[in-house]
């Protein structure tokens, strides 16, 4: 299948750093874990979604579009970065939104706003409704002249997933004998793309609660991109990271990001890449990751983020001790 090539949006390829520290307080050898640096990605604070932007982007490019579509929670990374990447290449760009406008101005939708993106508020809506409304504004946008195209949420498709093929490529060259790579499982291309260039043992999904079967939608994403049968069944996912829902921090989740903070100066987001070190952390526990097995952390961003997480900013803060006492 013929694709329009990607549109170049990020720096690549992104450094793996030893992380010693770390390793040791998880139980680890000091030689086992690493960190693929996908938060240095460059556009718009960086993250994974850019690797994904540059194939559906490209692909909206090829097609005339003058217009970003794109869903999304108010923090929505991959929103963020959608706003980025229209505002370097001259796009205007509409952000559909679960909920109402007001609750929260900071973290990405302070950055949403920095990038001139507008947003259509879908309210109380699930994953179908949100579509729905995103539908609605193209409706709109090609009423009123403009080329919109639609870009899925979170960025995730078979094209989207191709961005992290390639990542899958630069870590088979970064790490040689390398046995898993942990990332957080959201809308399901980040880890599609690298089940795809890894094989499925390889990879180990940590479930952030973005959808109902986040399994499914990676064994759909991937088999098209590999010769390998990736059944849903056969994927490495853990589900016991997810807590409360979505938007919720959980205990695990903030000794994850308390533990990265201080052994390595990593910063982790409530919502993704936190939970995926929670599930790192369970996995060691459990024997899933075995010290002397050459680990990768696939670091995916989310900073802004944090930022924008009430009671992870006051459990940040908390953490900071007066000097004397």
Not at 22 to 46: E, I, M, Q, S
Not at 144 to 170: K, M, N
Not at 192 to 203: C, H, P, Q
Not at 256 to 282: F, H, K, N, S
């Amino acid at each position: 299948m013929n694709h329009q090539p990607p549109v170049p949006l990020g720096t690549f390829p992104t450094p793996v750093e030893p992380a010693p520290r770390l390793a040791a307080a998880l139980g680890l050898g000091p030689d086992d874990l690493w960190v693929k640096r996908d938060d240095l990605t460059g556009l718009g604070g960086g993250g994974n979604k850019i690797r994904k932007l540059e194939w559906t982007v490209g692909a909206a490019l090829a097609e005339g579009a003058d217009t970003l579509v794109t869903t999304g929670a108010p923090q929505s990374n991959h929103a963020r970065l959608t706003a980025a990447a229209g505002a370097r290449l001259g796009l205007d760009v509409v952000l559909v939104l679960r909920g109402s406008p007001g609750a929260s101005r900071s973290g990405n939708l302070a950055l949403d706003g920095l990038f001139g993106a507008r947003l259509a508020w879908a309210g109380d809506v699930d994953q179908t409704g949100l579509d729905a409304a995103a539908a609605d504004v193209c409706a709109r946008l090609w009423a009123g002249g403009a080329r919109p195209a639609p870009i899925p949420f979170g960025g995730s498709s078979t094209l989207g997933a191709r961005g992290y093929a390639r990542c899958g490529a630069e870590l088979r060259e970064q790490l040689p004998g390398l046995r898993t790579a942990v990332v957080a499982l959201g809308s399901g291309g980040t880890m599609a793309g690298l089940v795809a260039a890894l094989g499925s043992g390889s990879v180990l999904g940590v479930d952030v609660g973005a959808l109902t079967d986040p399994a499914t939608a990676v064994a759909e994403f991937a088999a098209p991109l590999t010769t390998e049968d990736v059944d849903a069944e056969g994927l490495r996912v853990r589900r016991d990271q997810v807590g409360a829902g979505y938007a919720a921090l959980t205990g695990p989740v903030s000794e994850a990001l308390r533990l990265a903070a201080r052994t390595e100066g990593l910063v982790l987001d409530p919502t993704y890449t936190g939970r995926a070190m929670a599930g790192l952390r369970a996995a060691v526990r459990d024997g899933d990751i075995r010290p002397g097995e050459r680990t990768v952390f696939v670091h995916t961003g989310g900073l802004p983020g944090l930022f924008g997480h009430a009671a992870a900013v006051t459990f940040a803060e908390e953490g900071a001790r007066t000097f004397g006492e």
